[in-house]
């Protein structure tokens, strides 16, 4: 793909518009769902529909970002999912495709629109895995070190493999560490695990952005945005539900009361989309957004009080 054209990507602010100190890189996630499940197992990205896809799912993971930061976001040919069927030696070649327009949306981003300005990743699900896969290869030689806030990646698992094999690959210690990765799963009692979750997973609690065990009370949400597409579209709840680590799976756990009170939900794009699923994948940012929000400021707060963009780290 050609990333000089504006067409390719979702969001890309003209330079007047970048009036933030820092900018989100985010890939937004899977939304390509096709009848063919035999060929064309990457998107399209022309195709007007899968388009709006992109762009909806932008605005509605993405938002958290977007209030601190100039908000850059690619599409990319990304897979089907039919990917979550398919063994990975089949997947290879597809998923390479769409990290390779991930890969080239970023170099182009950091060459020509950057502009010296520290910078946040963050994605979900297929945008996670590719982002992941970019800090992997990209990120071990201390290259973007000078500029790397940190990197906001739920919907997918980092494991302790990963930490092993690549050291730069860490996970955050605090609210306002630097230069590491926000990971984590959501999920309740009773429901089962995406195909997402690893063996060996390892996660951050983002209503205390600590990697251990113990339970964050609800009075530490400061709003879960269950959806917000104007005005007259809107779910917000203040302190809806707490979260603690449950080790042995490797996944952030909500309140059962949290879970009950979405089981009973009326609203019905939101019951049988999110939760007739029988997972909370698609709530991985909503069920914490504020908090999101709030940290995403935190932690570029704490970028310019300890470096200088220029003269690096």
């Given at each position: 793909m050609d990333y000089a054209k504006k067409r390719s990507w979702v969001f890309r602010p003209d330079k007047v518009k970048r009036t933030k100190s820092a900018d989100v890189f985010f890939v937004?996630?899977?939304?390509?769902i096709h009848p063919d499940k035999q060929k064309n197992h990457n998107m399209n990205t022309n195709?007007?529909?899968?388009?709006?896809?992109?762009?909806?799912?932008?605005?509605?993971?993405?938002?958290?970002f977007a209030e601190s930061c100039n908000f850059f976001a690619p599409h990319y040919r990304q897979v089907g999912i039919e990917s979550l069927e398919m063994?990975?030696?089949?997947?290879?070649?597809?998923?390479?495709i769409a990290y390779t327009d991930?890969?080239?949306?970023?170099?182009?981003?950091?060459?020509?629109?950057?502009?010296?300005?520290?910078?946040?990743?963050?994605?979900?699900?297929?945008?996670?895995?590719?982002?992941l896969e970019l800090i992997r290869r990209e990120f071990g030689n201390g290259r973007y070190d000078n500029l790397f806030v940190a990197a906001y990646l739920p919907g997918?698992?980092?494991?302790?493999?990963?930490?092993?094999?690549?050291?730069?690959?860490?996970?955050?210690?605090?609210?306002?560490?630097?230069?590491?990765?926000?990971?984590?799963?959501?999920?309740?009692?009773?429901?089962?695990?995406?195909?997402?979750?690893?063996?060996?997973?390892?996660?951050?609690n983002p209503l205390n952005w600590k990697q251990t065990p113990e339970y964050a009370p609800k009075e530490l949400n400061l709003g879960s945005v269950l959806f917000d597409f104007g005005k007259y579209f809107r779910l917000e709840k203040k302190h809806f539900t707490g979260a603690y680590i449950d080790e042995k799976q490797g996944v952030v756990m909500i309140d059962k009361?949290?879970?009950?009170?979405?089981?009973?939900?009326r609203i019905g794009f939101l019951n049988w989309i999110l939760i007739r699923r029988g997972t909370l994948h698609m709530l991985d940012i909503?069920?914490?957004h504020r908090n999101l929000q709030k940290n995403t400021a935190v932690r570029i707060k704490k970028y310019f009080e300890t470096y200088n963009p220029k003269e690096g780290r």
């Open positions: 937004y996630p899977t939304v390509y195709n007007p529909i899968y388009r709006l896809f992109g762009w909806f799912m932008t605005i509605w993971r993405g938002r958290p063994t990975e030696e089949e997947l290879k070649p597809f998923n390479e991930v890969k080239d949306a970023f170099f182009y981003y950091m060459e020509h629109l950057n502009e010296g300005r520290p910078f946040i990743l963050a994605g979900h699900s297929q945008g996670s895995v590719a982002l997918y698992s980092v494991t302790k493999q990963d930490i092993r094999n690549w050291p730069h690959m860490r996970l955050v210690e605090g609210e306002d560490d630097l230069g590491g990765i926000i990971s984590y799963n959501t999920s309740a009692k009773g429901l089962r695990l995406m195909e997402v979750v690893l063996p060996d997973a390892v996660c951050v009361d949290a879970m009950d009170e979405l089981l009973h939900v909503a069920l914490f």
